[in-house]
């Protein structure tokens, strides 16, 4: 499934957040002249890179489709301090009543594309992929998952439903590494990715024995990963995972390993500092 949000998407998840901020009506908002007009700027406070904009624009189209809004920036942009975003003019009331949903979205998936931007950096030159995981926060997957690739990482399966994962808890259901591949490839459906977790030079033997292509070495240490990589000699895709941060990845990315797949990108949500500002 592409990440890049469709119209329907789009109107069906502002939509709702809409609805849980705005309920039976704004009181707040109603203190507001229904005529008045007013002017306002998205400024960014810290570095950051640029992403949700598509969800801001539709906020403001669902409430008002006559406010006017005028970006200086495009999503996966860089950010600089003080560096204004966006400017918005029309009706004060829905500018008001919109205010926070936009800047929830606009701050999350910047927050989230700041930050693959940042390991994206960290890997630079190696020819390592940076890859997402499912721990996304929930009901957002989709516009995570394309802030990532605004940040320069790339994707991992969707969901359960795109690609083949077996991990730990598949094999000890299935009761071997070699009887649960041969099942995933018996069932699969044509196109769909098989990958298997291992977590030991024993493990991965014996699923490259039994054919695997892409294999995951589960929190294996810098060493044991070099000797993955010597011991797979091409064979298949190697994926690391496990105790990755921005302080270790390049040390990983420079054992040979093909991609890295990072839950931080999308678990650990720092939303970038944007205001609203009327002018």
Same mark, same amino acid.
């Given at each position: ?21 705005? @309920? ?73 009543? @919109? ?11 910047? /927050? ?6 940042? #390991?994206?950096?960290?890997?630079? @030159?190696?020819? *390592? ?16 998952? #394309? ?13 359960? #439903? ?28 044509? /196109? *769909? ?48 995972? @496990? ?37």
């Amino acid at each position: 499934m592409s990440t890049v949000p469709t119209q329907e998407d789009l109107y069906r998840q502002v939509s709702l957040a809409l609805k849980e901020d705005l @309920g039976s009506g704004d009181l707040t908002a109603a203190l507001i002249d229904a005529n008045a007009q007013s002017k306002v700027e998205i400024v960014c406070r810290e570095a950051a890179v640029l992403c949700g904009t598509a969800w801001f624009d539709e906020v403001f189209r669902q409430l008002d489709e006559e406010i006017e809004i005028e970006w200086r920036a495009r999503d996966g942009d860089r950010l600089a301090v003080t560096q204004v975003v966006c400017t918005l003019a029309g009706k004060t009331r829905p500018l008001l009543s @919109g205010e926070r949903t936009a800047l929830n979205y606009l701050q999350t998936l910047s /927050g989230t594309a700041t930050l693959a931007r940042q #390991y994206a950096d960290s890997v630079a @030159g190696t020819g *390592v992929r940076i890859l997402d995981t499912r721990k996304t926060v929930p009901g957002l997957r989709l516009q995570q998952k #394309y802030a990532v690739s605004c940040g320069g990482c790339d994707n991992h399966r969707s969901g359960l #439903y795109d690609a083949i994962l077996i991990k730990e808890n598949h094999i000890h259901a299935a009761g071997s590494i070699a009887a649960a591949l041969r099942v995933a490839k018996e069932t699969a459906p044509a /196109g *769909v990715t098989i990958e298997i977790e291992v977590e030991s030079l024993d493990q991965m033997e014996e699923a490259l024995a039994n054919g695997a292509t892409r294999v995951l070495l589960d929190n294996f240490d810098l060493e044991t990963m070099r000797a993955a990589v010597a011991m797979n000699a091409g064979r298949a895709r190697l994926e690391a995972s @496990g105790n990755v941060n921005l302080q270790t990845v390049r040390a990983i990315a420079e054992t040979g390993v093909d991609d890295i797949s990072v839950g931080a990108l999308t678990k650990d949500v720092k939303a970038v500092d944007l205001s609203m500002l009327f002018v």
